[in-house]
C-alpha cells in the first residue's frame, strides 16, 4: 500500500466523524443499551488463529474513531456477546460501520420529514457500509475474517445517492473506491452546511447539483 494510501483513509474517517458529530449525534434521543450481534471471530471457539484482536490493533490506529461514534448510538450498534479489547478487530469494524450507516440513514429520514425507511433499505445500507470499509481496513492492514465479505449482495440496487440521503449516501458513495484519486480532497455541498435544516433546505430547493 503506498503512503498516500493511510492519508486518504484518515481523510475519509475523519469525515465520518465531522459528519457524525455535526449533523447526526445533536439528532439522536435514544439512550438505550446496543443490542446483541453476533459473536465475533476471535469468539467462535477458534482462539489461536491469529486473527487480530482490537486491543492490538483497532485501538491504536484513525480506524478506532468507528468504534468510538458507535458507542454513541444504542441499539443500533449490534455487539459481540463477548464484546472486549480480545474481540476480532476487523469484526468490530464492520459491526461499528452497520450501526453508523442504519442510524444515519434513520436520521436522515426523520430530519426531512419522511416515512421511517424500510427494513431493506437498512440492510443494504448496513450491510454495504460494513462491507466497504471492512475491506478498506483488510487492506490496509493485511486482516481476514469471517466479517470480510466476498462480494456485495444484491441489495446495492437499493442505496441511496446523495440526491435523496446527502450523508448517508456520501458514506456510501466514498468508500465504494476510497483510494480513487477523483475522490481526494473530499469537496461537496455539504461542506457549507451547519446542521440537518440546512440539508434539508438544500434538498428542499432541489439544489444539490
Known sequence: ???????????????????????????????RQPGAG???????????????DVGAMLANTAWAVLDEIAATIGEYLLLCPDAGHRCCATCRVAAASSAIAQVWTVTEHLAYDRPLPATALLRACRT????????AFA???GTACGALPQAETSDAGLL??????????????LWQDPLAATRSPVVSWLNHCT???DIH??????GTK
Open 201 to 206: 433546505r438544500v434538498l428542499q430547493q432541489g
Open 128 to 135: 454495504t457500509a460494513a462491507t466497504r470499509l471492512t475491506l
Open 38 to 52: 453476533e459473536p465475533c471471530c476471535n469468539h467462535k471457539g477458534t482462539a489461536g488463529d491469529g486473527r487480530p
Open 160 to 173: 441511496p445517492d446523495s440526491d435523496d440521503l446527502p450523508l448517508t449516501g456520501e458514506l456510501l458513495a
Open 1 to 31: 500500500m503506498k503512503p498516500g494510501d493511510a492519508v486518504t483513509f484518515h481523510q475519509l474517517l475523519g469525515r465520518i466523524a465531522y459528519f457524525h458529530t455535526l449533523f447526526i449525534e445533536p439528532a439522536l434521543t435514544s439512550s
Open 195 to 197: 446542521d440537518l435544516n
Open 139 to 141: 487492506e490496509q492492514h
